[in-house]
């Protein structure tokens, strides 16, 4: 397989062709880390896994439910072009897979990064079309009609806890938090980040209006590339036929004098 | 001495009164510290504790040694665990790795057996033992760095330990700021942590053959250099290596783990312990970062402790198989080279002698 060599501004290149890892790894040459790549990029490199987590957040903000929660599971392909005005794209080909029913999925997509001093969130197109197989609408319509009430409004914390368990019963609302958390994801992203969400600190239903469920999330997202962890209020709508939508995102202050007492 | 008398205390007392310690299970670090006790106890043939340091709080920093005891210094295998708090399936990881190789060495006859008389394992279950602590109080389960406090205006607590290595320290991947996770302190080696780890080893370092430094989460194998403008000279040879294991992991339990330098596959750094041991001349350098790639992150279920601790150990097994044969298999050949021309030359001696 021929290799395909890109452009780069500076000096060194990196390549790679339709081989497996291994020989893709072999094919590496050195980076000088300032140099924006384009061209075929390395899918195994961190510039294209970000960019294909950029897709993920996306896909979770339009498919995304209690049911349905993709997480990137591989990058196949990567070119990445400069635009005008300094913007960004990428062309990616990945496998997703909803993080709950284990279901793969391959797709291609397009992550536009803008430039300029106004920057603004990525911009995304794909070539996904919903979910295929696995039909939640069932799940969906049981959960929305159990939760359809002002009575007894759910209210959780720590999901995940310490221990990595979810309380029974609140994992469709921990899946909620995740896909909510990826509006903020969303358009928290850039070239120079990768989020996943870590811990939903507490989930508080509010009444239901306009036919969506509603409730309050608190939650700590992990940027990767500066390991912080970054807190964020959102209030959740969802219902089976309108899908999740994300607003209030409030980012909150991160807390440097609310150290709990020493244990000794 | 203490830790000899606590020894003679519990072996009167009859190891059968201890509790079996669970491997599925996160511990406290006391019970880290008491399951180390026992391994001592149940093992005294080859395990020793060495205690080489102390965190800012005073706490020791404890290393097993395992291996048998020739009387000579022995080449040595390094793992440490948690030298970030928050990353529990690490120090996890180093229990289930030493209870592994102890119960393989009791193999009559097992390469593990054959291992430990030429090597000896040094392994840290918890290296930032004031992190992992802070990380078990209410409210502070995500923290990363060691404990010590702010400087100058600064009053944040926390020097992020892989950042304080004396290795292109303070120049890429790194923050000035005291409040951030990747703070690398004042100076290298400023966290008393890191000058531990680095003391103890510059002595030593000839013997050591492999540095193994245990992360989570993303699964990936980090080969030598953080800092992208150096280039370990065996840099082909470490991921030949690493994709080797990488690809062994993944028979186990159809985990991908992806195997490159930190600034290839994840992002540049400097000052981490990974490239202090390469550029200290340990061949052998890297960093796992284990289960899982984000869905539960740091918070990793205990039900998942037995299979990321099961694959990552056929990597790292697969690494210590490597390095060790390399090391004592050419010795061997090489000796048994030696026993032919000897061999060759008394039958040449012999036929000599004959006519």
């Known amino acids: 397989m021929r290799n395909s060599v890109p452009t780069s501004s500076i000096g060194k290149l990196l390549y790679s062709t339709n081989t497996t890892q291994q020989q893709q790894q072999q094919q590496q040459v050195s980076l000088d880390v300032d140099v924006m790549l384009t061209g075929e990029l390395n899918p195994n490199h961190y510039p294209a896994r970000r960019a294909a987590q950029v897709v993920l957040h996306h896909l979770n903000t339009r498919y995304g439910s209690p049911y349905w929660w993709g997480a990137l599971r591989q990058v196949h392909k990567a070119t990445a072009e400069a635009l005008g005005d300094s913007g960004r794209k990428y062309s990616l080909e990945v496998t997703l897979q909803d993080q709950i029913s284990g279901t793969k999925e391959t797709c291609t997509a397009e992550v536009v990064f803008p430039g300029g001093p106004a920057g603004g969130p990525p911009q995304v197109t794909t070539s996904y079309e919903g979910k295929s197989e696995i039909n939640t609408q069932a799940q969906e319509e049981a959960l929305y009609n159990q939760y359809n009430t002002s009575q007894n409004l759910l209210s959780g914390h720590n999901l995940p806890d310490s221990y990595g368990h979810v309380a029974p019963g609140m994992e469709p609302f921990w899946h909620l938090g995740g896909v909510a958390s990826s509006f903020v994801m969303l358009k928290e992203s850039s070239e120079n980040t990768l989020y996943n969400m870590a811990q939903v600190v507490s989930v508080t239903q509010l009444a239901t209006e306009n036919n969506q469920l509603r409730f309050n999330y608190d939650v700590l997202l992990h940027e990767m590339v500066s390991q912080e962890i970054i807190h964020w209020k959102l209030l959740a709508s969802w219902s089976p036929q309108e899908g999740v939508k994300a607003s209030q995102m409030e980012l909150l202050p991160k807390c440097h004098h609310c150290e709990p007492p020493q244990e000794h | ?355």
Request: charged residues 15%; glycine residues 8%.
């Open chain 2, 1 to 355: 001495m203490m830790l000899a008398l606590v020894g003679m205390l519990l072996l009167q007392m009859g190891a059968a009164t201890r509790a079996i310690h669970d491997y599925n299970v996160y511990h406290p670090y006391t019970e880290i510290d008491s399951w180390m006790t026992g391994i001592l106890i149940d093992n005294p043939d080859i395990v020793s504790i060495e205690r080489y340091g102390q965190t800012y709080e005073k706490r020791d920093i404890n290393l097993l040694r395992i291996g048998e005891r020739t009387g000579a210094m022995k080449k040595v295998a390094w793992m440490d665990c948690g030298i970030h708090a928050r990353e529990w399936i690490s120090p996890a990881f180093c229990q289930y790795f030493i209870k592994q190789i102890l119960q393989e060495y009791r193999v009559h006859g097992s390469r593990m057996a054959a291992m430990m008389k030429e090597m000896d394992f040094y392994v840290t279950p918890v290296l930032n033992v004031d992190g992992y602590i802070y990380s078990w109080l209410n409210g502070t389960r995500l923290w990363r760095k060691n404990r010590s406090p702010g400087t100058g205006s600064c009053s944040c607590y926390g020097t992020d330990l892989n950042r304080n290595f004396n290795v292109t320290w303070g120049t890429i991947g790194v923050s000035t700021n005291c409040c951030s996770e990747t703070y690398g302190g004042t100076a290298a080696l400023s966290s008393p942590e890191a000058a531990s780890v680095t003391r103890y080893l510059e002595q030593r370092k000839a013997d050591v053959l492999l540095f193994l430094t245990i992360h989570s989460y993303g699964q990936l194998i980090l080969v030598p250099y953080g800092n992208p403008n150096l280039t370990a000279p065996n840099y082909g040879q470490l991921m030949k290596v690493g994709l080797a294991a990488a690809a062994e992991m993944k028979k186990v339990h159809g985990m991908s783990y992806r195997v490159g330098t930190s600034p290839d596959i994840l992002y540049p750094n400097s000052g981490s312990s990974r490239d202090w041991a390469r550029l200290a001349g340990i061949p052998y350098s890297f960093t796992f970062e284990l289960r899982d790639n984000g869905t539960f992150g740091f918070e990793l279920p205990e039900e998942q402790i037995q299979p990321a601790c099961e694959e990552a150990y056929s990597g790292a097994m697969h690494i210590i198989n490597h390095v060790h044969r390399e090391q004592f298999n050419a010795a061997v050949s090489v000796a048994t080279a030696s026993l032919l021309g000897v061999l060759l030359a008394t039958c040449v001696t012999v036929a000599n002698n004959a006519f």
